[in-house]
């Protein structure tokens, strides 16, 4: 009688799951997750990733109960919890999805190394976590990844998407199989999570994908940048933790109608940014292109941006919105990294640890890749390009209406005055800080201080 585990990571879900999918043709299934004491033990599981990772864990429960099986979760070391339940079980297989980071290539390596001494088999499966697996793409010439968006995505754009997979009508347990309860947020890390942090799992995650697709996904290409608007999908957080499938998205998407088309751009992008990692792993910590920056060692103005009192409205009300929300708006990430980077010209390191602090969809690729686009060591082909806060403010909040909403001491400003408070008060706005830098003459600095590299 074949016995199989499916190890859940980052794939919290029962809908178009290769390795839930894969694990279930065997008599007996076991779904199994282990809360890895190594990734417990270090600032990565932040008090929001956590609190979504135990909603996310509950939901994936109850979508198993409904096909007659249950989650088991374990606590401690990943191979040694699996290869534990191995034993106890007779199981012949183990099934997990393919990851891109350093210490997910090294559980792999653990994994398939011990489950051989217990003759058992591990099937890493591809197409869970990304669209495209990482190494799949690769550009003519011999280098073994693409370095720059265009022709990744256009490449990635002909490639077929395969049909989502359903969800296993019916899995029986071993004999005699337990579990333990799915731990609270609490059990896992210290602090307090952001008061507006979404509610994860999969139900959450496809109730939104359901809304999105029928009403909102046709604005995308002309309102995605529109602070106030809030016209995102929001699906960040549910593709990071696994709540939904990016494939199934693309496949869900009428690639003809120009909304849909800019947002399974974005998916690109994500992908683009895994196969990047896969390749350089090291380009968590190191430049991906150094350009020899030299970078200012001021814990008073990181401070300041930290929490939102730079003097900059359209800065602080994103610092905010992170805060407050363990999310932030894509447009208004481009602008608070750029201002860390190249404004106060602070180390991306301080600023990508910042987020991955309070971002619920904090990963690895998408948030130090982007970071490093940011700064001008990653994939950016205009590595010196800063953008201006004031025009970007004008641009895409130019009713002050996402400022107004996160800045509320500048609430009584009109229009475009909220972006410019100095101007129109003397430096001075009570309640508000005055700016911790001059932009302009900033701007000029970083032309001098960036060495070509």
Same mark, same amino acid.
């Given at each position: 009688?074949?016995? @199989? ?15 839930? #999918? ?19 033990? $270090? ?28 989650? !088991? ?48 088999? /591990? ?6 976590? *990304? ?18 968006? *265009? ?7 002909? =490639?077929?998407?395969?049909? +989502? ?8 347990? +071993?004999?005699? #199989? ?9 059990? =896992? ?8 942090? +979404?509610?994860? &799992?999969?139900?959450? &995650? ?40 990016? $494939? ?27 196969? !990047? ?21 001021? %814990? ?12 900059? +409205? ?9 805060? @407050?929300?363990?999310? !932030? ?11 860390? %980077?190249? $404004?106060?010209? /602070? ?26 686009? !940011? #700064?001008? %060591?990653?994939?950016? $082909? ?28 500048? @609430? ?21 800080? %005055? ?19």
């Amino acid at each position: 009688m074949a016995v @199989a585990m499916a190890l859940f990571t980052r794939d919290l879900r029962v809908h178009d799951n290769p390795a839930l #999918a894969a694990a279930a043709r065997a008599t007996e299934l076991l779904p199994v997750f282990v809360v890895d004491e190594k990734i417990c033990a $270090t600032d990565y599981l932040s008090r929001n990733k956590a609190e979504f990772l135990v909603t996310a864990l509950a939901d994936l429960d109850e979508g198993l109960r409904r096909s007659g099986a249950q989650l !088991m979760v374990r606590h401690g070391d990943t191979a040694r919890e699996v290869c534990r339940l191995v034993r106890q079980y007779s199981v012949d297989e183990v099934h997990i999805a393919e990851d891109v980071s350093a210490y997910s290539r090294r559980r792999e390596d653990r994994l398939r190394r011990q489950l051989a001494g217990s003759d058992c088999r /591990l099937h890493v499966h591809t197409g869970s976590i *990304t669209v495209a697996a990482p190494g799949r793409l690769t550009p003519s010439g011999g280098r073994d990844h693409f370095a720059v968006f *265009t022709p990744y995505h256009r490449r990635w754009a002909q =490639l077929p998407v395969r049909a +989502p997979l359903p969800v296993p009508q019916r899995i029986r347990l +071993p004999h005699g #199989a337990g579990t333990e309860p799915v731990p609270a947020a609490t059990d =896992l890390t210290r602090g307090n999570p952001s008061p507006e942090l +979404p509610q994860g &799992g999969e139900s959450a &995650g496809r109730r939104l994908a359901r809304d999105w697709f029928r009403e909102k996904i046709s604005a995308y290409a002309d309102r995605h940048d529109d602070l106030a608007g809030d016209a995102t999908s929001r699906f960040s957080p549910y593709l990071h933790f696994g709540c939904l499938s990016a $494939t199934e998205l693309v496949h869900r998407s009428d690639l003809s109608a120009p909304g849909a088309a800019a947002f399974v751009r974005q998916l690109a992008w994500r992908d683009f940014h895994h196969q !990047m990692l896969a390749a350089r792993p090291e380009t968590v910590h190191s430049d991906y292109r150094t350009r020899n920056d030299r970078w200012h060692a001021d %814990t008073d103005s990181l401070a300041a941006w930290q929490a939102g009192q730079t003097g900059y +409205p359209i800065v602080d009300a994103g610092m905010r919105q992170l805060a @407050a929300q363990g999310w !932030m708006h894509n447009r208004a990430r481009m602008i608070t990294a750029s201002f860390l %980077t190249k $404004t106060l010209y /602070l180390d991306w390191r301080r600023g990508a640890n910042h987020f991955l602090g309070l971002l619920a969809d904090g990963d690895l690729a998408n948030n130090q890749l982007n970071w490093q686009w !940011m #700064a001008g %060591t990653g994939a950016d $082909t205009r590595p010196n390009r800063v953008l201006n806060p004031i025009r970007q403010a004008d641009r895409y909040d130019p009713d002050g209406a996402y400022v107004r909403r996160w800045v509320p001491e500048l @609430a009584h400003l009109d229009g475009r005055d909220i972006h410019r408070p100095w101007r129109w008060h003397a430096d001075e706005v009570p309640g508000y800080p %005055t700016r911790i830098v001059d932009h302009e003459q900033a701007a000029r600095d970083f032309s001098e201080l960036r060495q070509p590299g």
